[in-house]
Protein backbone atom coordinates (compact mmCIF):
# COMPACT_ATOMS: atom_id res chain seq x y z
CA UNK A 1 0.00 0.00 0.00
CA UNK A 2 3.16 2.70 1.13
CA UNK A 3 4.65 1.15 -2.17
CA UNK A 4 0.97 2.04 -4.41
CA UNK A 5 1.12 5.83 -2.73
CA UNK A 6 4.80 6.63 -3.47
CA UNK A 7 3.79 5.77 -7.02
CA UNK A 8 0.70 8.08 -7.08
CA UNK A 9 2.52 10.66 -5.46
CA UNK A 10 5.48 10.93 -7.73
CA UNK A 11 3.36 10.61 -10.62
CA UNK A 12 0.58 13.67 -9.47
CA UNK A 13 4.72 16.16 -8.90
CA UNK A 14 6.15 14.82 -12.43
CA UNK A 15 3.48 16.15 -14.25
CA UNK A 16 3.40 19.42 -12.03
CA UNK A 17 7.44 19.53 -13.12
CA UNK A 18 6.74 19.04 -16.67
CA UNK A 19 4.77 21.72 -16.94
CA UNK A 20 4.82 23.89 -20.21
CA UNK A 21 3.62 27.39 -21.47
CA UNK A 22 3.21 28.51 -24.35
CA UNK A 23 4.39 32.67 -25.02
CA UNK A 24 1.58 33.65 -27.69
CA UNK A 25 1.16 37.35 -29.64
CA UNK A 26 -2.10 38.15 -29.60
CA UNK A 27 -4.42 39.91 -32.09
CA UNK A 28 -7.42 41.40 -31.00
CA UNK A 29 -10.28 43.45 -32.80
CA UNK A 30 -9.86 47.53 -32.85
CA UNK A 31 -11.78 50.21 -34.50
CA UNK A 32 -10.13 49.74 -37.90
CA UNK A 33 -7.70 46.94 -38.04
CA UNK A 34 -6.34 44.37 -35.57
CA UNK A 35 -4.44 45.01 -32.87
CA UNK A 36 -1.46 42.86 -32.34
CA UNK A 37 0.20 44.78 -28.89
CA UNK A 38 -0.47 41.48 -25.92
CA UNK A 39 1.61 38.57 -25.19
CA UNK A 40 -0.39 35.74 -23.51
CA UNK A 41 1.02 33.23 -21.38
CA UNK A 42 -0.85 29.76 -21.67
CA UNK A 43 -0.23 26.99 -19.09
CA UNK A 44 -0.57 24.04 -21.40
CA UNK A 45 -1.37 21.91 -18.89
CA UNK A 46 -4.20 23.49 -17.15
CA UNK A 47 -5.78 25.66 -20.56
CA UNK A 48 -5.31 28.44 -17.54
CA UNK A 49 -4.38 32.38 -19.02
CA UNK A 50 -1.47 32.73 -16.25
CA UNK A 51 -0.70 36.78 -17.37
CA UNK A 52 -0.66 38.88 -20.41
CA UNK A 53 2.02 41.64 -21.50
CA UNK A 54 1.90 44.64 -23.43
CA UNK A 55 4.53 44.37 -25.60
CA UNK A 56 3.87 47.23 -28.36
CA UNK A 57 2.85 47.43 -31.78
CA UNK A 58 3.27 44.19 -34.41
CA UNK A 59 4.40 42.12 -31.96
CA UNK A 60 4.97 38.48 -33.39
CA UNK A 61 8.30 37.42 -33.30
CA UNK A 62 9.08 35.45 -29.82
CA UNK A 63 11.74 33.38 -28.35
CA UNK A 64 12.65 31.35 -25.50
CA UNK A 65 15.66 29.67 -24.48
CA UNK A 66 16.21 26.02 -23.31
CA UNK A 67 15.96 26.54 -19.85
CA UNK A 68 12.75 28.83 -19.84
CA UNK A 69 14.62 31.72 -18.44
CA UNK A 70 15.14 33.70 -21.11
CA UNK A 71 12.00 34.90 -23.02
CA UNK A 72 12.06 37.38 -25.57
CA UNK A 73 9.34 39.35 -27.80
CA UNK A 74 9.84 41.98 -30.40
CA UNK A 75 7.37 45.12 -31.62
CA UNK A 76 7.67 45.34 -35.11
CA UNK A 77 6.04 48.37 -35.95
CA UNK A 78 7.50 49.83 -32.68
CA UNK A 79 11.09 48.97 -33.40
CA UNK A 80 11.90 47.58 -30.06
CA UNK A 81 12.14 44.17 -28.51
CA UNK A 82 12.10 43.30 -24.62
CA UNK A 83 13.04 40.92 -22.49
CA UNK A 84 10.67 39.51 -19.86
CA UNK A 85 11.38 37.59 -16.45
CA UNK A 86 9.35 34.41 -17.12
CA UNK A 87 9.13 34.29 -13.11
CA UNK A 88 6.85 37.39 -12.77
CA UNK A 89 5.77 38.28 -16.42
CA UNK A 90 7.36 41.10 -15.99
CA UNK A 91 9.51 43.31 -18.68
CA UNK A 92 12.92 43.79 -17.00
CA UNK A 93 14.66 45.11 -19.96
CA UNK A 94 14.54 46.73 -23.55
CA UNK A 95 15.59 47.69 -26.33
CA UNK A 96 13.85 50.93 -28.72
CA UNK A 97 14.66 52.80 -31.63
CA UNK A 98 16.35 49.48 -33.43
CA UNK A 99 17.66 50.16 -36.69
CA UNK A 100 15.04 47.77 -38.54
CA UNK A 101 11.78 46.47 -37.99
CA UNK A 102 12.68 42.93 -35.96
CA UNK A 103 10.06 40.74 -37.59
CA UNK A 104 12.10 37.62 -36.90
CA UNK A 105 14.05 36.57 -33.37
CA UNK A 106 16.66 34.25 -32.66
CA UNK A 107 19.01 33.64 -29.73
CA UNK A 108 21.96 32.34 -30.22
CA UNK A 109 23.54 28.40 -28.87
CA UNK A 110 25.33 30.04 -25.85
CA UNK A 111 22.61 32.21 -25.41
CA UNK A 112 24.72 35.28 -25.40
CA UNK A 113 23.26 36.67 -28.78
CA UNK A 114 19.97 38.06 -30.35
CA UNK A 115 19.72 37.89 -33.83
CA UNK A 116 16.83 39.97 -35.28
CA UNK A 117 16.34 40.52 -39.00
CA UNK A 118 13.53 42.14 -40.84
CA UNK A 119 12.04 39.89 -43.65
CA UNK A 120 9.08 41.72 -45.25
CA UNK A 121 8.73 41.04 -48.38
CA UNK A 122 9.65 44.07 -50.69
CA UNK A 123 11.02 45.55 -47.29
CA UNK A 124 13.15 43.37 -45.30
CA UNK A 125 16.78 44.57 -44.45
CA UNK A 126 19.77 43.94 -46.45
CA UNK A 127 21.61 43.50 -42.83
CA UNK A 128 20.95 41.11 -39.62
CA UNK A 129 21.75 42.55 -36.31
CA UNK A 130 22.77 41.72 -32.89
CA UNK A 131 21.98 42.30 -29.45
CA UNK A 132 25.06 41.38 -27.57
CA UNK A 133 23.52 40.35 -24.16
CA UNK A 134 26.21 40.80 -21.73
CA UNK A 135 27.19 44.23 -23.27
CA UNK A 136 23.84 45.79 -24.23
CA UNK A 137 25.26 46.83 -27.90
CA UNK A 138 23.80 46.11 -30.78
CA UNK A 139 25.16 46.24 -33.99
CA UNK A 140 25.11 45.00 -37.90
CA UNK A 141 26.86 41.70 -37.99
CA UNK A 142 26.16 40.08 -41.57
CA UNK A 143 25.13 42.26 -44.53
CA UNK A 144 24.15 41.95 -48.17
CA UNK A 145 23.92 44.06 -50.67
CA UNK A 146 22.27 43.68 -53.25
CA UNK A 147 19.85 41.21 -51.89
CA UNK A 148 17.01 40.63 -49.13
CA UNK A 149 16.70 38.54 -46.47
CA UNK A 150 13.54 36.42 -47.16
CA UNK A 151 13.54 34.35 -44.34
CA UNK A 152 16.07 33.11 -41.17
CA UNK A 153 16.08 29.16 -39.86
CA UNK A 154 17.45 27.20 -37.37
CA UNK A 155 18.19 24.17 -36.35
CA UNK A 156 16.29 22.78 -33.26
CA UNK A 157 19.36 22.52 -31.26
CA UNK A 158 20.21 26.20 -32.20
CA UNK A 159 23.99 25.51 -33.27
CA UNK A 160 22.99 26.69 -36.63
CA UNK A 161 21.09 29.17 -38.54
CA UNK A 162 20.52 29.27 -42.57
CA UNK A 163 19.72 33.20 -43.91
CA UNK A 164 17.40 32.87 -46.90
CA UNK A 165 18.68 35.69 -49.37
CA UNK A 166 16.76 36.71 -52.55
CA UNK A 167 19.07 39.17 -55.15
CA UNK A 168 16.87 42.16 -55.97
CA UNK A 169 18.01 41.54 -59.61
CA UNK A 170 17.71 38.52 -60.18
CA UNK A 171 15.02 36.90 -58.25
CA UNK A 172 17.70 34.36 -57.57
CA UNK A 173 18.03 32.76 -53.89
CA UNK A 174 21.08 31.85 -51.98
CA UNK A 175 20.96 29.87 -48.80
CA UNK A 176 23.99 30.59 -46.48
CA UNK A 177 24.27 28.64 -42.94
CA UNK A 178 26.37 30.27 -39.81
CA UNK A 179 27.80 28.74 -36.69
CA UNK A 180 25.02 30.39 -34.50
CA UNK A 181 27.58 31.82 -31.97
CA UNK A 182 30.53 33.09 -33.90
CA UNK A 183 28.79 33.47 -37.19
CA UNK A 184 31.32 31.51 -39.04
CA UNK A 185 30.25 30.71 -42.53
CA UNK A 186 29.78 27.11 -43.00
CA UNK A 187 28.23 26.83 -46.25
CA UNK A 188 26.72 29.04 -49.27
CA UNK A 189 24.11 27.47 -51.95
CA UNK A 190 21.88 29.14 -54.88
CA UNK A 191 18.49 28.31 -56.11
CA UNK A 192 16.35 29.17 -59.06
CA UNK A 193 12.75 28.30 -57.71
CA UNK A 194 11.72 28.68 -54.11
CA UNK A 195 9.43 26.25 -53.24
CA UNK A 196 8.26 26.12 -49.14
CA UNK A 197 12.31 25.66 -47.31
CA UNK A 198 10.74 24.03 -44.04
CA UNK A 199 13.95 23.44 -41.90
CA UNK A 200 17.39 22.30 -41.33
CA UNK A 201 18.80 19.67 -39.78
CA UNK A 202 20.80 19.75 -36.52
CA UNK A 203 23.92 18.78 -38.30
CA UNK A 204 23.96 21.57 -40.21
CA UNK A 205 24.18 19.91 -43.46
CA UNK A 206 20.95 19.76 -45.11
CA UNK A 207 17.81 21.69 -45.95
CA UNK A 208 14.14 19.95 -45.91
CA UNK A 209 11.89 21.49 -48.59
CA UNK A 210 7.71 21.27 -49.18
CA UNK A 211 6.80 20.87 -52.84
CA UNK A 212 3.51 20.64 -53.00
CA UNK A 213 3.35 20.89 -56.67
CA UNK A 214 4.94 18.03 -57.27
CA UNK A 215 3.74 16.59 -54.40
CA UNK A 216 6.85 15.47 -52.74
CA UNK A 217 9.20 16.18 -49.65
CA UNK A 218 12.78 16.81 -50.62
CA UNK A 219 16.21 16.75 -48.56
CA UNK A 220 19.04 18.89 -49.77
CA UNK A 221 22.66 19.74 -49.28
CA UNK A 222 23.27 22.82 -48.11
CA UNK A 223 26.67 22.92 -49.53
CA UNK A 224 25.82 22.75 -53.27
CA UNK A 225 21.82 22.27 -53.43
CA UNK A 226 22.18 18.68 -54.75
CA UNK A 227 19.36 16.59 -54.41
CA UNK A 228 19.91 14.11 -50.89
CA UNK A 229 16.39 11.70 -51.91
CA UNK A 230 12.46 12.67 -52.62
CA UNK A 231 9.96 11.33 -50.96
CA UNK A 232 6.38 10.53 -52.32
CA UNK A 233 3.46 8.75 -51.53
CA UNK A 234 0.10 6.90 -53.62
CA UNK A 235 -2.39 9.71 -52.96
CA UNK A 236 -0.57 11.76 -51.40
CA UNK A 237 -1.16 15.17 -52.65
CA UNK A 238 0.18 18.10 -49.64
CA UNK A 239 2.41 18.14 -47.11
CA UNK A 240 1.79 20.42 -44.00
CA UNK A 241 5.25 19.93 -42.01
CA UNK A 242 7.95 18.02 -41.29
CA UNK A 243 10.01 17.99 -37.89
CA UNK A 244 13.39 16.05 -36.79
CA UNK A 245 12.10 13.04 -34.92
CA UNK A 246 15.18 11.52 -32.94
CA UNK A 247 18.32 11.02 -34.59
CA UNK A 248 17.84 9.14 -37.71
CA UNK A 249 13.99 9.79 -38.66
CA UNK A 250 12.16 12.41 -39.69
CA UNK A 251 8.10 12.65 -39.68
CA UNK A 252 6.23 14.66 -42.12
CA UNK A 253 2.50 15.66 -42.07
CA UNK A 254 0.35 14.94 -45.10
CA UNK A 255 -3.12 15.66 -46.12
CA UNK A 256 -4.13 11.84 -45.85
CA UNK A 257 -1.34 10.52 -43.98
CA UNK A 258 1.58 11.08 -41.56
CA UNK A 259 4.89 9.69 -42.29
CA UNK A 260 8.00 8.29 -40.42
CA UNK A 261 11.16 9.04 -42.69
CA UNK A 262 14.57 7.62 -42.59
CA UNK A 263 16.70 11.14 -43.01
CA UNK A 264 19.56 8.99 -44.44
CA UNK A 265 18.02 7.33 -47.05
CA UNK A 266 14.35 9.32 -48.03
CA UNK A 267 12.73 5.76 -47.08
CA UNK A 268 9.24 5.78 -45.42
CA UNK A 269 6.03 5.26 -44.54
CA UNK A 270 2.56 6.00 -43.31
CA UNK A 271 1.75 5.92 -39.58
CA UNK A 272 -1.66 5.89 -39.93
CA UNK A 273 -3.27 3.21 -42.52
CA UNK A 274 -6.82 4.43 -42.51
CA UNK A 275 -5.99 7.88 -43.82
CA UNK A 276 -8.00 9.23 -40.42
CA UNK A 277 -4.51 11.30 -39.30
CA UNK A 278 -4.04 14.00 -37.43
CA UNK A 279 -2.10 17.20 -38.99
CA UNK A 280 0.32 19.28 -37.70
CA UNK A 281 0.15 22.99 -40.00
CA UNK A 282 -0.11 26.61 -38.94
CA UNK A 283 1.62 27.75 -35.93
CA UNK A 284 3.67 25.30 -34.18
CA UNK A 285 5.91 24.27 -31.89
CA UNK A 286 7.22 21.33 -30.02
CA UNK A 287 6.57 20.30 -26.35
CA UNK A 288 8.59 17.31 -26.14
CA UNK A 289 9.84 14.42 -28.84
CA UNK A 290 6.56 13.34 -29.60
CA UNK A 291 4.15 16.18 -28.55
CA UNK A 292 3.13 19.68 -30.25
CA UNK A 293 1.32 22.55 -29.15
CA UNK A 294 -0.70 23.98 -32.85
CA UNK A 295 -2.22 27.36 -33.37
CA UNK A 296 -4.97 27.75 -35.81
CA UNK A 297 -4.14 30.16 -38.68
CA UNK A 298 -6.51 33.32 -37.64
CA UNK A 299 -8.37 34.93 -40.67
CA UNK A 300 -8.79 38.20 -40.59
CA UNK A 301 -11.52 39.60 -43.18
CA UNK A 302 -11.40 43.32 -44.85
CA UNK A 303 -14.28 45.51 -46.34
CA UNK A 304 -14.25 49.16 -47.27
CA UNK A 305 -10.26 49.76 -45.68
CA UNK A 306 -11.99 48.44 -41.97
CA UNK A 307 -10.90 44.61 -41.06
CA UNK A 308 -12.08 42.86 -38.64
CA UNK A 309 -10.72 38.88 -37.07
CA UNK A 310 -13.16 36.48 -38.00
CA UNK A 311 -12.07 33.69 -36.35
CA UNK A 312 -11.59 32.32 -32.41
CA UNK A 313 -8.45 31.23 -31.08
CA UNK A 314 -7.67 27.18 -31.06
CA UNK A 315 -5.27 25.86 -29.73
CA UNK A 316 -4.32 21.72 -29.59
CA UNK A 317 -2.11 19.04 -28.62
CA UNK A 318 -0.99 17.09 -31.43
CA UNK A 319 1.27 13.99 -31.64
CA UNK A 320 1.83 12.64 -34.66
CA UNK A 321 3.55 9.37 -34.07
CA UNK A 322 0.11 8.52 -31.76
CA UNK A 323 -2.24 10.52 -33.98
CA UNK A 324 -4.04 11.91 -31.35
CA UNK A 325 -4.81 15.17 -30.53
CA UNK A 326 -6.27 17.58 -27.55
CA UNK A 327 -7.68 20.83 -27.02
CA UNK A 328 -5.85 22.82 -25.09
CA UNK A 329 -7.98 26.36 -25.34
CA UNK A 330 -10.67 28.05 -27.31
CA UNK A 331 -11.55 31.39 -26.47
CA UNK A 332 -15.19 32.35 -26.63
CA UNK A 333 -14.59 35.45 -28.41
CA UNK A 334 -12.89 36.31 -31.92
CA UNK A 335 -9.41 36.43 -30.75
CA UNK A 336 -5.94 35.10 -32.58
CA UNK A 337 -1.88 34.38 -32.59
CA UNK A 338 0.61 33.86 -35.25
CA UNK A 339 3.55 33.40 -33.20
CA UNK A 340 6.97 33.59 -35.32
CA UNK A 341 9.97 31.33 -33.32
CA UNK A 342 10.27 29.44 -30.30
CA UNK A 343 7.41 29.80 -28.10
CA UNK A 344 7.33 27.27 -25.90
CA UNK A 345 9.12 26.48 -22.79
CA UNK A 346 9.39 25.75 -19.19
CA UNK A 347 6.79 26.87 -17.01
CA UNK A 348 8.26 28.92 -14.34
CA UNK A 349 5.67 31.22 -13.58
CA UNK A 350 5.37 32.22 -9.44
CA UNK A 351 2.31 34.76 -9.57
CA UNK A 352 -1.28 34.54 -9.89
CA UNK A 353 -2.82 33.37 -12.48
CA UNK A 354 -5.66 35.92 -14.15
CA UNK A 355 -7.87 33.04 -15.25
CA UNK A 356 -9.19 30.20 -13.03
CA UNK A 357 -8.23 26.69 -13.58
CA UNK A 358 -10.96 24.74 -15.60
CA UNK A 359 -12.34 22.24 -13.14
CA UNK A 360 -12.07 19.62 -16.07
CA UNK A 361 -8.94 20.48 -17.08
CA UNK A 362 -7.01 19.49 -13.87
CA UNK A 363 -9.70 16.35 -12.59
CA UNK A 364 -6.57 13.93 -13.67
CA UNK A 365 -4.38 15.62 -11.35
CA UNK A 366 -7.17 16.02 -8.47
CA UNK A 367 -7.86 12.44 -8.57
CA UNK A 368 -4.55 11.29 -8.24
CA UNK A 369 -3.88 13.86 -5.24
CA UNK A 370 -7.49 12.54 -3.65
CA UNK A 371 -5.59 8.97 -4.69
CA UNK A 372 -2.97 9.41 -2.42
CA UNK A 373 -4.60 10.91 0.52
CA UNK A 374 -6.93 8.24 0.50
CA UNK A 375 -4.59 5.69 0.64
CA UNK A 376 -2.50 7.65 3.13
CA UNK A 377 -5.23 7.95 5.68
CA UNK A 378 -5.61 3.94 4.94
CA UNK A 379 -1.99 3.79 5.99
CA UNK A 380 -2.54 6.19 9.14
CA UNK A 381 -5.50 4.08 10.24
CA UNK A 382 -3.73 0.80 9.96
CA UNK A 383 -1.08 2.30 11.84
CA UNK A 384 -3.39 2.87 14.31
CA UNK A 385 -5.26 -0.10 14.70
CA UNK A 386 -1.49 -1.59 15.72
Known sequence: MKKLGNIILLLFFSQLLSAKVAYLPLITNAPLYPDLILLMALDLDSGQILNQVEIGDGVGAVFVDD???????????????????????????????????PARII?????????????????????????????????????FPNFTIQDILYSENLKFLSLILSNNSTNQLSIQT??????????????????????????GENYYLIDNQQSKLESRTLSDDSVNWSFTYPGESEFYSIYEHGVSNLIASGSINSYQINKLTGN??????????????????????????????????????????????DIKKINLVNNTSEIVYQSQNALGSQPKGRFVGENLYRGTAVQQVPVSNYLSLMLLLAGFIFLASLRNTGLKNK
Open 107 to 143: LSEDNNKLYFVNTNAGTGSQDMFQIDLSSNQISSVLS
Open 268 to 313: GSPLVGDGSNMTLSDSYDRIDLGNFVQVEKPYIDCNFLICALMTKL
Open 178 to 203: YNSNDLILKYTTSIITSPSISMIDNE
Open 67 to 101: SGKQLFAAASKDMKIVHIDTETLEIVEQWNNLPTN
